[in-house]
């Protein structure tokens, strides 16, 4: 691998624009191709062996263009499929799960919830790490059903969209929880919408800015740090190149539509 080639980061849809974000204030030398597989979404509804199959063609589409390493930016796609994805292919992978520990490890009340698709909820690789770190702890699991649409939509301001939170939340409203943990990555664009439902007290934690401090540490461990610019980040979406350009508005980036 060199260290001027692109970093591939895929995600169901837009959501994973949340962690390029982060990578790009991190790592800004480096060039990144994004692929919303928006065509696809929701993945949290679809069974393991579909978010497998749907996460081997966007690797193979990242490999053709030459990735270094590819960014798994989706809790679904990393807890149903990053074990296959890293026994099928030699580059590394980077995958982002709830952030229960942070959490767990700074809760007063000892009761966090925990906002997520049914597909990473109910994943082995979830049920296993959570258990293990949540033995002093009430950990209340909420599935988002119908949210991930709504903000591939662009309707996460709306408020057909705050009242589907509101009654999505009520179980978590009536735990007195002091963290909720963001399981999605398309989740973070429901903050403002959030903030309006939750009390003051609960604060909202995800696991944006982990992921890429671990992207940075795995490319220089493998000496893979872009040295040098390597040019504006790109983006394609197989559905809505439009929808995609109003979460990333304001920059000179490329957004195309790509059919893979
Ligand atoms: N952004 C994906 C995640 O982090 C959304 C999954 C979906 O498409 O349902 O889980």
Redesign the pocket.
């Known amino acids: 691998m060199a260290n001027s080639q692109p970093i591939g980061i895929f995600?169901?849809?837009i959501?994973?624009t949340t962690i390029f974000r982060e990578i790009h204030q991190l790592l800004p030398l480096e060039k990144t191709i994004y692929l919303a597989d928006s065509k696809n979404?929701?993945?949290?509804?679809k069974s393991k062996e579909e978010i497998i199959q749907l996460s081997y063609k966007n690797t193979e589409q990242l490999l053709k263009m030459n990735c270094k390493i590819i960014v798994v930016?989706?809790?679904?796609?990393t807890t149903n499929a990053i074990k296959e994805l890293r026994k099928k292919y030699k580059i590394p992978f980077i995958g982002?799960e709830p952030a229960i520990k942070p959490a767990a490890l700074q809760s007063s009340k000892k009761k966090i919830g925990v906002l997520?698709?049914k597909?990473?909820l109910s994943s082995e690789l979830f049920s296993n790490t959570s258990s293990k770190l949540t033995t002093d702890i009430d950990l209340i699991e909420v599935v988002g059903k119908g949210l991930?649409e709504k903000i591939e939509a662009g309707k996460a301001n709306d408020e057909s969209t705050f009242l589907l939170l509101k009654e999505i939340l009520s179980p978590l409203l009536a735990q007195d929880i002091d963290y909720l943990v963001l399981?999605?990555?398309?989740y973070p664009y429901l903050i403002p919408q959030l903030k309006r439902i939750l009390p003051a007290d609960v604060k909202i934690i995800d696991s944006g800015k982990a992921v890429a401090l671990q992207t940075k540490t795995v490319l220089k461990n493998n000496n893979n740090l872009a040295t040098t610019p390597q040019g504006n980040p790109v983006f394609y979406s197989n559905k809505n190149p439009r929808i995609l350009k109003r979460f990333i508005r304001g920059k000179d980036f490329k957004i195309s539509y790509l059919d893979f």
């Open positions: 995600d169901s849809g959501g994973g979404a929701p993945y949290g509804r930016a989706c809790n679904t796609a982002i997520a698709t597909g990473t991930v399981g999605c990555t398309h």
